[in-house]
């Protein structure tokens, strides 16, 4: 089943479109992660995920349904947007208990006292939250995300401006919330994060979708880099023969090492086997996959970050 499906959605905000054609889709259980530079379109997707704004066309389906027309649907999904909306003038517990009356979630003591312990904050429950730190307002916000137990948690930014022992608290509770079985899609700029716990991910740049898949195979399939270690100089000969390959993007040296990037769809042994008839003196070689951030940069260009 999928958790979220986009069909050609396309949405702008005054005379500006941002966003065009978007599709993709989410399958239930995963951690999904969606990214791209600022002003790329990703707040206004998730609005539309999350009903707030309407598509200018195209279909927008959130757990089986379209929210369009199925708003009811949207009380099966928990979020945390970026303005985190906890109320500083009330105790953690008051602002859950404030959210739990929303949603009509049964024994809502005890699952307060359930998600607080969740997040490591059942000793600060009585404390104003006005008094909390940044990573303990973004553990409460998750805490009130899935307070109603959703299916779908939306996650836009949840480690922006924590350190990196926040990052990692939060990490990990994503990854157990996905463990449990929550569906969730994360909107973020920490690319080494989505690295460790999106098992697939999304990338929009100017409001279009530029690649979209598993993570492991999109780090596969583009260029592959072979790192080289010759015994002796690189012979002109096979520096005549590597400029003649349709399929060699790029070779450079990396200090003594020769550096190859490959079309992914070659199979390596072409080039070596083509380096050894020219005289190359091959001692080891290693083959390099593109990282998520390599991906990303040559997607976005100098908007990454």
């Keep these: ?55 200018d066309s195209g279909r927008v389906e959130v757990l089986g349904q379209d929210i369009c027309k199925h708003p009811e649907v949207k009380r099966r999904i928990g979020f945390v947007l970026e303005a985190d909306g906890l109320y500083d003038n009330l105790t953690a517990r008051e602002n859950l208990a404030y959210y739990g009356e929303i949603y009509g979630v049964a024994n809502i003591a005890d699952r307060i006292d359930e998600v ?23 553990r409460l916000a ?52 989505v690295e460790r716990i999106c098992s697939r991910i999304a990338i929009i740049h100017k409001g ?35 400029q003649g390959l349709p399929y060699l993007k790029e070779w450079r040296y990396e200090g003594e090492n020769l550096l190859l990037s490959l079309d992914g769809e070659h199979d390596p042994s072409e080039v070596l086997s083509l380096l050894l008839q020219k005289g190359a003196a091959i001692e080891e070689v290693r083959r390099r996959e593109l990282s998520l951030e390599e991906i990303y940069a040559g997607i976005v260009g100098k908007e990454a970050g």
């Design 208 to 242: 279009e979708i530029k690649l979209c898949g598993e993570v492991e195979r999109l780090k596969e399939a583009g260029r592959r880099e072979l790192e080289i270690r010759l015994g002796s100089p690189l012979p002109e000969e096979a520096k005549a023969a590597l």
């Design 116 to 138: 607080l312990e969740a997040v490591g904050l059942l000793d600060r429950a009585d404390d104003r939250v006005g008094k909390y730190s940044k990573g303990m307002r973004q």
């Design 1 to 55: 089943m999928e958790a979220i499906r986009l069909e050609q959605v396309s949405k702008g905000l005054g005379k500006r479109d941002i966003l065009r054609d978007v599709s993709f889709a989410v399958k239930s259980g995963d951690v999904f992660g969606y990214l791209g530079p600022n002003g790329a379109g990703k707040t206004t997707t998730i609005r539309v995920i999350l009903g707030l704004f309407a598509p």
């Design 142 to 193: 998750l805490a009130r995300a899935v307070l109603h137990d959703p299916e779908l948690l939306i996650l836009d930014e949840p480690t922006a401006g924590l350190d990196p022992t926040g990052q990692m608290e939060i990490r990990e509770l994503i990854l157990d919330l996905a463990r449990r079985g929550k569906t969730v899609f994360l909107s973020s700029h920490n690319l080494d994060e």
